[in-house]
Nanobody, 122 residues
Framework: QVLLEESGGGLVQAGGSLRLSCATS???????????MEWYRQTPGKQRELVAA???????NYADSVKDRFTISRDRAKNTMYLQMNTLKPEDTAVYYC?????????????WGQGTQVTVSS
């Protein structure tokens, strides 16, 4: 089993910054490899959308709406993924979710975090 623990959400003024963290852990005795980790966000009445993704070899991809403002990264030693969000806009307000695509004992599984609220005021 893989556990995801998110933190870093909050209330900020437009133009400000936040750094989201997603700490990952696995139960003892399991072989875990990460295929990809991603950040999604969702607002009421809309589908959950992909914000940023990072692959097992470090490749990254971003939604057009956050390019040049958000940066996804991964600290493998700390088993933690980050989303640095700069120049935040009110339209960035959403619940942000951590997503992990992993192989556990060579069987592919998907895990979601519980989400963290990001609110950007005008």
């Amino acid at each position: 089993q893989v556990l995801l623990e998110e933190s870093g959400g909050g209330l900020v003024q437009a133009g400000g910054s936040l750094r989201l963290s997603c700490a990952t852990s696995a139960t003892s005795g399991t072989v875990v490899s990460i295929n990809a980790m991603e950040w999604y966000r969702q607002t009421p009445g809309k589908q959950r959308e992909l914000v940023a993704a990072i692959t097992n070899v470090g490749g990254t991809n971003y939604a057009d709406s956050v390019k040049d403002r958000f940066t996804i990264s991964r600290d493998r030693a700390k088993n933690t993924m980050y989303l640095q969000m700069n120049t935040l806009k009110p339209e960035d307000t959403a619940v942000y979710y951590c997503y992990a695509d992993v192989n556990i004992s060579y069987r592919r599984q998907i895990y979601w975090g519980q989400g963290t609220q990001v609110t950007v005021s005008s």
